[in-house]
């Protein structure tokens, strides 16, 4: 697992945010010779904050907020993630 900080832009305002993941290995559903294949594993397991940033000033968002945006979140984070070459 890889503790992370990216900043993202997420409905238009800049963002801080960090967590950790591990690296994703999507599922396959049959693998080439007909056997059952295996589910996902990895990407983002945990957004441990999420700073809303503008201009000089930033705003810490609270723990509910990050939980009722995670799915968002987590795409955009695994986004930025891949960008940076981690």
Known sequence: MT????????????????????PYVPARFYLKNGDPGYPAEGGIE???????????RERKL?????????DSLA???YEAIEDQGR
């Open 62 to 70: 609270s723990d509910e907020w990050i939980d009722m945006n995670m």
């Open 75 to 77: 795409e955009l984070v």
């Open 3 to 22: 503790n992370f900080t990216v900043q993202i832009t997420y409905n238009g305002h800049t963002m801080l945010v960090k967590g950790s993941a591990s």
């Open 46 to 56: 945990e957004i441990t904050e999420a700073i809303m940033v503008r201009g000089k």
